[in-house]
């Protein structure tokens, strides 16, 4: 690792031993059901925590990020996941394509939408619009096998607003509008509900031309603010 990196984990170590609450742990593990181990530390401690630990440190680069990121996706307790996602977040903009091959990494491994979402909306979604190449990988990752990479080429655009590109997004509606998994549906929604704040009427026009090639949950997600 990079000798920031090194450091990061050292000192998040230390942080993360000294606030654990195992009384906390095991309703935090239920609500995950049962998917990954937590040290109990509630999130707004967490995320105290966190600023703490790189209080006076460098700004990272890539390698940083992305030994930081491994780093922590190699821990087996949750809250150092999340402490991963903060800091790409965080940093994306120090970021280049390259580290995109990492983030898929990630967003296949201990997949749930906890961290899936974050991923793919704040730091997958802010390397493409930053580097418009990229969009021909979300192309190929949205009729991925993988639901979950899947998710964040739908979800990848969410924070977009008004610089969404529509036909991208309903392209990739319709890609997957027969899917049968829950968080591919969910997805599909939800995007088209962001979207809709922003332009109700090509969302309106979209389900009206398309609507019925949409699961119930899907449209329904997408209706919640028209």
């Not at 925590?49 to 680069?61: E, H, K, M, S």
Request: some cysteine.
């Amino acid at each position: 690792m990079t000798p920031l990196a090194t450091t990061v984990l050292s000192r998040l170590t230390v942080a993360y031993a000294g606030a654990a609450d195992p009384g906390k742990a095991p309703a935090m593990r239920a609500y995950m059901r049962g998917q990954f181990d937590f040290l109990g530390i509630p999130s707004l401690r967490r995320l105290s925590l966190d600023r703490q630990v790189l209080a006076g440190l460098d700004r990272p680069d890539e390698l940083d990020l992305r030994d930081v990121a491994l780093a922590c996706w190699q821990r087996p307790e949750r809250e150092y996941q999340y402490f991963a996602c903060g800091w790409l977040r965080r940093h994306v903009r120090r970021a280049t394509p390259e580290l995109l091959p990492m983030l898929r990494r990630l967003v296949t491994t201990k997949s749930w939408w906890d961290t899936v979402d974050t991923l793919a909306s704040d730091t997958v979604g802010a390397l493409v619009r930053d580097n418009p190449a990229l969009v021909s990988t979300m192309d190929g990752w949205v009729l991925d096998d993988d639901i979950w990479v899947v998710r964040t080429a739908i979800l990848h655009q969410l924070t977009y607003k008004q610089g969404t590109d529509s036909d991208r997004l309903f392209r990739y509606c319709l890609a997957q509008a027969g899917h049968r998994d829950f968080f591919i549906r969910k997805a599909i929604g939800w995007a088209l509900r962001q979207y809709s704040a922003s332009d109700p009427d090509a969302v309106r026009g979209f389900l009206a031309r398309h609507g019925d090639r949409l699961s119930p949950l899907s449209v329904r997600e997408a209706s919640r603010h028209l």
